[in-house]
Each structure stands twice: as structure tokens, then as C-alpha cells.
């Protein structure tokens, strides 16, 4: 099976743009999550999608959001983007009820 | 309010010695924990878990300890290799099948 695919792998946007990641999750997977991960920090916990339904949420603001579609893949959205943005986001994706995720190369996201 | 917590930022071994991270979690409704092994530039990749109704899980070089009545788990490395360097990242969950994820361990093999 092919394993998760995130396009792209290097953005730079500046600030005040907007931006969209995209992930495709691994074929029969439909749960996908998104993680941001920063310099010293773990990874932070965004959103979960399940089956086109956000499932799960962690405490970022309205800024980020995301959607999944019929088919599982997901994208992601960042409005007004600001400096702290700067990142490597990562979408995991495992299937159902288990607590296991695969996750993607991620997208490194730089803000300027 | 972080529930899931890895105190050591790094640690360096001798290779061919034990490796052991550690993590701690406030929570006591989480059931399933699991261990993550990231290289730079790379997503994390799945090592080991263990479900909360063993206190003992091993693959390979790998085995994961957890200690309910503590809170603590940790994943010990035997012998540690060059490739065994990384950052380690500690996940917990509970029904909700959320991960919660501590923020990470750099573990150096040293030659």
C-alpha cells in the first residue's frame, strides 16, 4: 500500500496570506488528523476528520481548519497567517477505532 | 496543562548500552499508549504501544514498560545502535482514540 502523501513538502508564504495543505491518507484509512510541529515543542494536536465529519479539535484558533473529503484526503487551511505559523505540519491517517496513525513526510511550512 | 510529559529533552547513550526514555501522563482515563521514532525532515513512525491492561510490551530491541499506579511509562532500547538516533515522542489516548502527544526525547548513540 502506498503510504500518506502531503503536498506540498515546502511552502513560503508571507504574512497575512492564506494557505491550504493537502494530505492523502493511506488507501481504506478515513480517519486523518493534522499535527503541527515547531522547533522544541511536540507535536500539537489540530483536528481529526472522520468519514467528512470533524471528530476531534485541539485548541488552535478559527485560523486553522480543514476538511476531508469523500474520498478521505483532507486540506487544511491557514488564514491570516502569521510568523508563529512557521512549522512542519504533519496529517496522520489509521483506520477505524484504532489508535495507531501513519503519518506523512509532512509539509514545512515558513512564514516570513 | 500538559498531560502527556517527557522531562528529559535528550539523552546520550553508548552504543551497544540500554537507551531508556521515559514519559509520565495525568490522566488516568488514557488506555493505550504508544511510542513514535522521528528523523529529521520525516514523519514520526510508529515503534511500540501497549494497552493499559499490560504492564509489559517487547519487539525486538524494544520493550515498553507501563506503570499504572505511577503514571509512567518508558521505552527501553536494547543494545542501542547508531540508528536507534532520533527524537522519541510519547502518545496517549483515550476512548476517544484523540492522541495526546508529549513534546518529545533527542536520544543520541554515541559511537
Known amino acids: 500500500k502506498a503510504g500518506v502523501t502531503q503536498t506540498p513538502r515546502y511552502l513560503i508564504k508571507t504574512r497575512g496570506q492564506q494557505v491550504t495543505l493537502s494530505c492523502s491518507p493511506i488507501?481504506?484509512?478515513?480517519?486523518v488528523s493534522w499535527y503541527q510541529q515547531t522547533p522544541g515543542q511536540g507535536l500539537q494536536f489540530l483536528f481529526e476528520y472522520f468519514s467528512e465529519t470533524q471528530r476531534n479539535k485541539g485548541n488552535f484558533p478559527g485560523r486553522f481548519s480543514g476538511r476531508q473529503f469523500s474520498n478521505s484526503r483532507s486540506e487544511m487551511n491557514v488564514s491570516t497567517l502569521e510568523l508563529g505559523d512557521s512549522a512542519l505540519y504533519l496529517c496522520a491517517s489509521s483506520s477505524e477505532n484504532t489508535d495507531t496513525q501513519y503519518f506523512g513526510p509532512g509539509t514545512r511550512l515558513t512564514v516570513l | 496543562d500538559q498531560q502527556v510529559k517527557q522531562n528529559s529533552p535528550s539523552l546520550s547513550v553508548q552504543e551497544g548500552r540500554i537507551s531508556i526514555l521515559n514519559c509520565d501522563y495525568t490522566?488516568?482515563?488514557?488506555?493505550?499508549f504508544l511510542w513514535y521514532k522521528k528523523y529529521p525532515a520525516e514523519g514520526p513512525t510508529f515503534l511500540i504501544s501497549?494497552?493499559?491492561i499490560k504492564d509489559k510490551n517487547e519487539d525486538g530491541r524494544f520493550t515498553v514498560f507501563l506503570n499504572k499506579s505511577a503514571k509512567h511509562l518508558s521505552l527501553h532500547i536494547v543494545p542501542s545502535q547508531p540508528g536507534d538516533s532520533a527524537v522519541y515522542f510519547c502518545a496517549a489516548s483515550d476512548s476517544n482514540y484523540q492522541l495526546i502527544w508529549g513534546a518529545g526525547t533527542k536520544l543520541i548513540i554515541k559511537p
Open positions: 501497549i494497552s493499559s
Open positions: 490522566n488516568s482515563m488514557f488506555d493505550y
Open positions: 488507501s481504506g484509512h478515513r480517519s
